[in-house]
């Protein structure tokens, strides 16, 4: 098959690669970027394991061919902090217990991510229904829930409530 | 070396205090390691071609154009791969357990939509799936089996002809005229059938797997994402016929199980094969649409029950049917969980008799494998029938089981099934339920809404959980606590952790009963050839088994090093303690050594070792445990349905549980809540639908619905803390608990909501249709 040229900015560096019109970028990022923390969990666009920041947005990223992202600017579970700290929203999700076994976490991470930027200040109708894009079998939701209203409320053991993490800067 | 544990670590300091967890840096910032995140040199990518017929023979079956395709390096079909089948049984129900015939890929005929026919292994997962669509597939259909009621009798539609009957396996009626009696002379008789629906585990992460058969090393190296590791490496080895001991199973990070991955399935074979003929690595990672039509299905089941009751409201038999589909190729052996099913029907009450029989039967649909609580019928059953006949008595369903129910006083209590409860708490539990959700002020709210013409309900579900079952290849678990040379701690375990966090409890157990800061303790697991044998993670048994073994093995290398110390520093033992990796003399800090100093002295000044003692500053032990561990809870739950609609908002959850010493409180309520959401998924959203052709018609996840943050409400907790007698730690099993009690919970509180309307429920899923179906009937038959 065909094999087009694409770059993007992944985390803050650049990444170009040949690949099929047909691969995802879910699978660019996986494959090609070696950057496993996008998870599969649907291929259909449901579970929003696979969610990453393009150009500050939540996009699902099984959802998208990576040709599409050619020259977007991307930032994925791996880029939200620095190497080896956690971001508040990680922090968040960490005291309250809002993972088990992982699997799910990268996308809600990054989902909160761009629901906090948008709406700092949420109620827990609006976290509920902001987290409905996203599944989780393990939690049943409730530390999520108030991993989320943790940041929203400044208590994440970081210095600021809002995701100040270097996604957002690279999105900008 | 004593064996004997100490009744209470050294120092308390991690055992029962909210740890954060151990998993979580790594998780959290994309750092964990998942099957398809595993890649090896030379690895190719397979992909299935699938049955999508339930029931017919195979009259064509063209693999020709796949084979041709550029990329495919080989397309095998059951004539290629199913000869390199030995035995196939799983190490939990033994050798001598009825199984469905067994083979890797469909031979001659499809048995259900989904059924793996033919795999495709090529240079990319995009280049396997082309290649799956230019295999060319025949069929001549056959009216397929589809109820479980009607194919128990039936002899001549049967779904595996080789057997010639549908019945899977069986439990006959006894004859028990103690029974009998009972009900003939009861106050009141009540029959009713309950049913539940297929539901579908749905771990996120979805099955898949990582094999290489090395021709040259002669050698089986599987990546799995699974529960049990070592059963993994026992079933190929007999699959094979080679030795275990050319086998390696490792497992990373698994994205949740919850019964679906304890054991291997018929894709994992096909892949196994696949590698042993093409020597070369193989990776099958399941898409989500296999997941939902072809990985396995649960709960698919019925009971009749008939229920005796005296005078005075109080139980005195219960008879039950059960029926099962356990589908075409369920695991383990039949895939009936009747056997406990049976055996805790009569739960938290003083039901003194009970009659039951099973069918559990094959039909032409995806396989029956454990979920979270796979005996769960019995509460389904049971609570469900405790509120159908409390409204028939005029009881209110508390007051009905408050009359029935296991108290403190009654204990030891021996359940008709010989079962003895030494350590339950099903009064307690349910009063602090009551309590919590202020089941008075309720009914009263509940009082004033059905005057505006709104429907409240209340529902109570109450059950014991026979957690940790110590029965065969779980009746004993297995840890190494090594103290290495610089004085830190290795924990190696056969558990097979997948979201239990277990990486932080059982460093928790370690750092207590040695006396070690918990991040001086890694834990390892999930690799054959480094951890010991063992049955892995499920079946809520790691608190009590995996906990028991690394506890007893913690407390070994503890007195050890207390050993060595007392003759290093010529101290008595019992005037020494150990906190912090320091032990030191008992009020005198300042004599003192370090765990790094006594394993310097351990491994290099072996002349200072006591006399005879052998070198090394480490041990292995294997707790073996009792036959169950009780633990118990009751939930209640409160919901409004919206007539008009059907739909079903959940006001309130409320639990309350006995899981006896609670390891880490945090991890506790996040099991309890994972479980509370997949019943209550089960309950309104979940249902795998086969139409009258065996076709599945819920193949993505928009319309098989996982409830979502949305539709949950907010879970609230209470505990009794009973410790358990019967282990050291008092720990109880707990896992499953939140799937079990949880789906009655919300159907009596659905079907208390509709009484007034004269309304029974005695089926689910209750999503809206359901509902809405219900009151309209109710409105039909009162006009
Ligand atoms: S994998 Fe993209 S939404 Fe599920
Ligand atoms: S933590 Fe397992 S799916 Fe969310």
């Known amino acids: ?172 | 070396m004593s064996t004997a544990a100490p009744a209470t670590p050294t120092a308390a300091r991690f055992i029962g205090t909210s740890v954060k967890r151990r998993e979580d840096r790594r998780m959290l910032t994309g750092h964990g390691h998942y099957i398809d995140d595993v890649v090896v040199p030379g690895l190719l990518h397979a992909a299935f071609v699938r049955s999508d017929l339930a029931r017919g023979r195979i009259t064509r079956l063209d693999v020709e154009a796949a084979r041709e395709l550029e990329g495919v390096r080989a397309v095998y079909t059951a004539a290629d791969l199913n000869g390199g089948q030995h035995e196939y049984w799983q190490t939990m129900v033994g050798r001598d357990a009825p199984y469905p015939p067994f083979r890797a890929l469909a031979d001659g005929d499809v048995r259900y939509v989904g059924e793996p026919i033919a795999i495709v292994v090529a240079d990319t997962r995009y280049i396997a799936e082309d290649g799956c669509e230019l295999v060319e597939v025949d069929y001549d259909p056959l009216p397929p089996v589809l109820d479980p009621h009607v194919a128990a009798d039936d002899t001549e539609q049967v779904v595996h002809p080789e057997l010639g009957t549908n019945v899977a396996s069986e439990i006959p009626a006894m004859p028990n005229p103690d029974l009998e009696a009972a009900f003939a002379s009861a106050a009141h008789v009540f029959e009713e059938t309950i049913s539940q629906h297929r539901h579908l585990q749905v771990p996120m992460e979805t099955r898949g797997l990582v094999a290489h058969w090395d021709p040259g090393a002669r050698t089986l190296r599987i990546w799995a994402s699974t529960q049990s590791p070592h059963e993994y490496r026992a079933f190929f080895a007999r699959y094979l016929a080679i030795p275990e001991n050319c086998i390696r199973v490792t497992m990373d990070d698994v994205g949740g199980g919850f019964g679906q991955k304890v054991f291997a399935m018929r894709e994992d074979m096909t892949v196994v094969l696949a590698t042993r003929k093409l020597g070369r690595p193989i990776k099958w990672i399941e898409d989500r649409r296999e997941n939902l039509v072809a990985a396995s299905s649960a709960r698919a089941e019925d009971v009749r029950v008939r229920m005796a009751v005296d005078a005075e409201g109080r139980i005195q038999a219960v008879d039950v049917e059960h029926t099962e589909d356990v589908g075409s190729y369920p695991v383990p052996g039949p895939g009936s969980s009747a056997a406990f099913t049976a055996m805790m029907f009569t739960g938290p009450y003083k039901i003194p008799r009970l009659g039951f029989r099973n069918r559990a039967v094959f039909t032409n649909t995806n396989g029956r494998a454990p979920y979270r609580g796979p005996w769960m019928m019995e509460t389904v059953g049971r609570e469900i029938m405790m509120d159908l006949v409390a409204r028939e008595l005029g009881l209110d369903p508390a007051e009905f089981r408050l009359r029935n129910i296991v108290r403190s006083e009654d204990l030891p209590f021996t359940t008709p099934t010989m079962m003895v409860y030494d350590s339950v708490t099903p009064h307690e539990t349910l009063l602090q339920a009551v309590d919590l959700v202020d089941y008075e002020a309720f009914r009263a709210e509940q009082e004033r809404a059905r005057a505006e013409g709104r429907y409240l309900g209340i529902g109570i579900s109450v059950y014991v959980e026979p957690s940790s079952m110590g029965f065969g290849l779980m009746s004993q678990e297995v840890a190494t606590v090594r103290v290495d040379s610089s004085g830190k701690v290795q924990l190696i375990m056969g558990t097979a952790s997948h979201g239990q966090s277990l990486e932080t409890t059982m460093a928790q157990i370690v750092a207590d009963h040695l006396g070690v800061d918990i991040d001086d303790v890694v834990f390892i697991q999930g690799d054959t050839d480094i951890a010991p044998y063992n049955a892995g993670t499920g079946g809520s048994r790691s608190a009590v088994y995996s906990g028991g073994a690394a506890r007893e093995a913690s407390v070994r290398v503890h007195e050890k090093a207390i050993e060595i110390v007392a003759h290093a520093m010529e101290a008595a033992p019992e005037d020494l303690e150990i906190d912090g990796g320091v032990i030191s003399v008992r009020g005198t800090p300042s004599r003192s050594m370090t765990l790094r100093e006594v394993a310097e002295l351990a491994y290099v000044g072996t002349d200072s070792l006591p006399p005879g003692m052998e070198p090394g500053l480490e041990a292995t032990a294997r707790y073996k445990g009792p036959r169950f561990t009780w633990s118990n809870a009751a939930h209640i739950c409160t919901v409004e349905v919206d007539v008009a609609t059907g739909h079903v908002t959940i006001l309130r959850y409320v639990v309350s549980e006995d899981c006896g010493v609670m390891i880490n409180p945090m991890v506790v309520d996040g099991q309890i809540d994972g479980g509370v959401v997949q019943g209550i998924g089960g309950v309104l959203y979940e249902h795998m639908i086969y139409d009258d052709n065996g076709n599945p018609l819920t193949t993505t996840f928009l319309d098989y619905l996982v409830p979502t943050a949305a539709e949950v409400p907010d879970i609230e907790h209470g505990h009794i803390e009973t410790p358990a007698p019967g282990n050291p730690g008092g720990y109880k099993g707990m896992g499953e608990g939140g799937a079990i009690g949880s789906p009655p919970a919300v159907v009596n509180a659905v079907a208390d909501a509709l009484a007034p309307l004269g309304i029974r429920v005695t089926n689910q899923p209750l999503g809206p249709n359901d509902v809405f179906a219900l009151v309209e009937a109710a409105r039909a038959a009162t006009t």
């Open chain 1, 1 to 172: 098959m065909n094999e087009v040229p694409v770059t993007v900015t992944v985390n803050d560096e650049r990444y170009r690669a040949f690949v099929e019109p047909r691969k995802t970028l879910a699978d660019f990022l996986r494959e090609d970027c070696v950057l496993t923390g996008t998870h599969l969990g649907c291929e259909h666009g449901v579970c929003g394991a696979c969610t990453v920041l393009i150009d500050g947005d939540a996009v699902r990223s099984c959802l998208m061919f990576a040709v599409q992202a050619d020259g977007a600017e991307v930032v994925t579970i791996e880029g939200l902090a620095p190497p080896g700290e956690l971001g508040p929203v990680q922090e968040a999700f960490r005291e309250e217990h809002g993972l088990q076994c992982g699997f799910c976490t990268p996308g809600f991470v990054v989902s909160v991510h761009a629901f906090l930027a948008a709406n700092p200040r949420p109620s827990r109708t609006e976290i509920r229904e902001a987290l409905s894009g996203n599944l989780c079998r393990c939690t049943g939701y409730q530390g999520i829930v108030r991993a989320v209203e943790r940041v929203a409320a400044g208590i994440a053991g970081a210095p600021t409530a809002a995701p100040t993490a270097t996604g957002d800067e690279a999105a900008s």
